[in-house]
């Protein structure tokens, strides 16, 4: 899939013959942002019809280069592996799509990221226990997309010692269900078991050191303590000077100080909004009165379960540094990136401009 992308995002006239058929360019699979991965798929099935048209179209000019390289992915496209493959892994997406919404949604909720990933990993293992049926629905409408393709669903070339492929006996249906679909979901349970297990999901109780949370939040205020304290207890070790059980006895006297401060302030100011962004608590908090709270919130900071914003920095460098800015220096361009990160700030173009005259390090005399 990434090969049939890049291939036509390289080139405005291969993308030109793409849009005429499909409608629309493809989307990228994104390598940070899993929500563009999983839409990118999603995409990528839906036209497939009209892709395979366009390769089939490619393949036909008179360049050579280019023209073979189509006729290759057309060939990759077109085979049992690919569709069947395709297809298993659109139903695995599907389920996991509303999970990484979530998770990368800008603030999140503990309570909320919890059942989610519950409930995905419970629907997955349900998939595992009843395979046999839903992969026939699978076969099945790989089946009629094959017939649309003119591709036939058949079993790869085996033979009797071969043991570096799958090797499974049965029909075509019973070998691509024991030699793709199973082993991807069990990869796939497998992965969100070790990196959203029960220690993981610890973390999100960090969340409720957020004003909003320990002041207004209208669940019990003792299961949100309890739940914040768990959530410390495993970055304890790395804070201060390393004393596990010094840190949490600290941790407790600045958790009270901390809500009656913010409780307080609510009072005084009746109309005052709470912050809720980590990033504005973080600045609100006074590391000589809150030293402690003060490293678990930068901490929560750079917690992907807990904010985005420096997930969404990552695909910052590739739009800013283009191939027509390939010589740019690292001052400019960190500093290219900061406006771009941090576009909501209202920029003075006055002081820019004046700071710029009294440097005096241009070439050219500009004369009004």
Not at 32 to 49: A, L
Not at 137 to 149: G, P, S, V
Not at 239 to 247: A, C, E, K, V, Y
């Amino acid at each position: 899939m990434k090969s049939v992308v890049s291939f036509f995002n390289v080139s405005a006239k291969r993308n030109q013959v793409l849009k005429l058929t499909l409608g629309r360019q493809l989307s990228s699979l994104c390598e940070t942002r899993w929500v563009e991965r999983h839409e990118g798929v999603i995409q990528f099935r839906s036209g497939i019809r009209q892709i395979v048209e366009a390769l089939t179209s490619i393949s036909s000019w008179q360049d050579r280069t280019t023209s073979s390289v189509a006729a290759t992915l057309l060939n990759s496209l077109c085979t049992a592996e690919f569709l069947i493959s395709m297809m298993s892994l659109i139903d695995v997406l599907k389920v996991s799509l509303p999970l990484s919404r979530l998770l990368q949604t800008p603030s999140l909720d503990t309570n909320r990221a919890s059942t989610a990933v519950t409930n995905t990993m419970a629907t997955l293992k349900e998939r595992r226990i009843k395979c046999n049926d839903i992969f026939k629905q699978i076969f099945f409408e790989t089946k009629a997309l094959a017939e649309e393709l003119d591709v036939e669903l058949k079993l790869p070339r085996r033979t009797g010692s071969q043991t570096k492929r799958s090797n499974h006996p049965g029909d075509v249906e019973e070998y691509y269900r024991r030699s793709i679909y199973i082993p991807l979901l069990d990869n796939v349970c497998a992965d969100l078991t070790s990196r959203l297990s029960y220690s993981s999901l610890e973390c999100f109780g960090l969340r409720g050191i957020i004003p909003t949370n320990i002041v207004e939040d209208a669940r019990e205020k003792n299961d949100l303590i309890v739940n914040l304290k768990k959530g410390f207890e495993q970055f304890a070790p790395i804070i201060g000077d390393g004393d596990t059980l010094s840190n949490e006895i600290q941790f407790e006297g600045e958790v009270d100080l901390w809500k009656n401060h913010w409780k307080m302030k609510k009072e005084k100011e009746q109309n005052v909004k709470l912050p809720e962004d980590i990033l504005k608590v973080l600045d609100s908090c006074d590391p000589n009165i809150f030293p402690i709270i003060h490293d678990v919130l930068k901490i929560l900071a750079t917690l992907p379960v807990s904010v985005a914003s420096a997930e969404r920095t990552f695909s910052t460098l590739r739009r800013v540094k283009t191939w027509l800015r390939s010589r740019m220096g690292e001052t400019r361009l960190t500093g290219l990136c900061m406006l771009h990160v941090h576009r909501h700030l209202q920029v003075d173009t006055d002081k820019i401009i004046e700071r710029f005259a009294k440097k005096g390090a241009r070439r050219l005399e500009f004369v009004l």
